[in-house]
């Protein structure tokens, strides 16, 4: 469904984005992840056509992204990490206005109201919602067109537990019906629960690129945490000779009361690679 | 360019604006100016007035015959007293301009050389139209006593070269002032109503949804079609309450309309410099003044540097065809060369616009 090679985009001397090649199939959740500056922002908004790469290539749904913008526009939208509303305008207006704009059936502004649970707010002004309530619109107005890539950046930020969980649940259904979902996130546990694949950028390069089980395997410390007979805790690396010996003899004496293995997180694949957290 | 996108940004932005009170105030303040002007002066100078406290034992055609004498140069109100001491009371009181009692059988004493007294009551400080209507009453009465004219007076009016005559002779002062309402409020929806809606835009970041489905000319077209819009709504309005009709309708509307487009793309220009909308409120009242101000000076007395000046600026050569269009002679001619010099400013403002949306993507 995306296709990007060899993407480079250059201001003056810095290289926000070194030379990325990645694929997304089709109905495939996909994470990018970096650190702020890491290059994130510029390869979605490249992806989305708002900015001209300095070379290389992005294909969407086999269109050249700069070559034939107006036949990708309607296939793609975009969730901002902003709430970037009209807020004088009621959710309704807002959601109504882009439906224009991508000339879509007049009844799909109040499916998407319900669906998001906006319907009892939808006649409200914007600038009277919480920050929940206009997360919830961003993510009814991107689907105004029924995209088929869907790109979200940040999408969770600032968003109670709660509403995140509800947000998380929608991008998981919108890919079991077919929606390609990109997405950048700074939450960790967010991209290992909802990514098919990540992609690690830093210095605008991806330094790994799998699913999220496979880079913990790969990166990941293979560890267990035994807790003793006597209330000791200790942390076993599944990898070490010595510790293996050590965990053997604490079965055999009996000193063992619980063992739980841990596989790495994808937390510590990123500091492995990246040097430093999120 | 996609006309369905840009009638879509064009509705949202009709819409959303006149939500924003500092949209509908660049809208409503040069509005507000030019009905106060419209009240405040007048075309033509009235004819004074006079008041006549005035109190007649009996019939008199001497009321008749002042009348007559005072024509369409006096405008006379008679204040018809009881009593010869209400009329008195009346001007002590300051309500008249002049006091007249006429005595008892007064026509007939003139008509038989009786020299009756008639009694005029000017105040301490009389006013011109008392003054006139005191010095009209001798020939009045001489009139009444059947005294010929020693001479016979023809007056005819001379037509005047009105060559020298200022803008103000031209159109008068209340057209004046509605036309300066006029421009005010293209200027005002031009430089500040349109730059703030397309600096919200950016600020706000509603841009960035907008160029996810339409292109940056879209969007700029259609804030330039919502600035017209309201210039075109707003100026009609103003001229229907002031009834400030231009005698040269077309080349009138032509006129506000260039000048209008012009300024817009000066407008949509100066939103991409300043970062947020309220930056540009507070601050584009600065930059409007020097835009908008030569408009105001042409026709006016200024130094001839400065007439060469206002020659290559579009706000005053819009003022100038405004101003010709309006009065029912040229005040100023070379309607051709005003229109060649916005339509350049014109060009220039949108090529930059261009160059300024095409780096936006790069």
Sequence with gaps: MIEVEHLVKQYGEVHAVNGISFTVAEGEIFGLLGHNGAGKTTTIRMLTGRTLPTSGKVCVAGFDVVEHLDRVKPLINLVFEEPNLYERLTGRENLRFFAELYAVDAKRPDELLALVDLLDAADRKVKTYSSGMRQRLLVARALINDPRALFLDEPTRGLDPTSARELRDLVAGLSDKGTTVFLTTHYMEEADELCDRVAFLSHGEIVALDAPRELKLRYGQRTARVLLTNRQEETIRLDDPADAARLEQWMQQGHVLTLHSQEGTLEDVFIELAGRPL | MHPRMIQSIFKKDLKDAI?????????????????????????????????????????????????????????????????????????????????????????????????????VLLPETSTFAGNYVAAAIDPAIRSMAGQRDPAQIAISRVASDTSSDSIFDRIGLRRYFVLFAVILEIGMIAMLAVPIILTEEVEKRTMEA?????????????????????????????????????????????????????????????????????????????????????????GLPIPGWLETICDFLPTSQGARVMIDSTANQSYFGQTWLSFVVIIAWALAAYTLLVYRLARRTE
Aim: net charge negative; glycine share 8%; no cysteine.
């Design chain 2, 210 to 298: 907008l160029v996810l489905v339409a292109s940056y000319v879209d969007i700029v077209i259609a804030k330039a079609l919502v600035g017209i819009a309201y210039i075109v709504v707003a100026s009609v309005l103003l001229l229907s309450v002031t009834r400030v009709v231009p005698e040269r309708i077309v080349l009138f509307v032509l006129a506000a309309l260039a000048l209008g487009i012009t300024m817009i793309g000066f407008g949509l220009l100066l939103g991409g410099l300043f970062r947020s909308a309220n930056q540009l409120n507070t601050w584009g009242g600065v930059v409007l003044l020097p835009v908008i101000a030569p408009a105001f000076i042409v």
């Design chain 2, 19 to 119: 939500r924003d009170s500092r949209v509908l105030v660049a809208i409503l303040v040069p509005l507000g100016i030019g009905i106060l002007y419209n009240f405040i002066f007048n075309d033509t100078t009235p004819a004074p007035s006079a008041t006549i406290a005035w109190h007649a034992d009996g019939s008199t055609r001497l009321l008749d015959t002042l009348q007559g004498i005072a024509g369409d140069s006096v405008k006379l109100t008679v204040d018809q007293q009881p009593s010869a001491d209400a009329v008195r009371s009346t001007m002590t009181d300051k309500d008249a301009d002049i006091g007249i009692i006429v005595p008892a059988n007064f026509d007939v004493q003139i008509a038989q050389g009786g020299m009756p007294q008639l009694t």
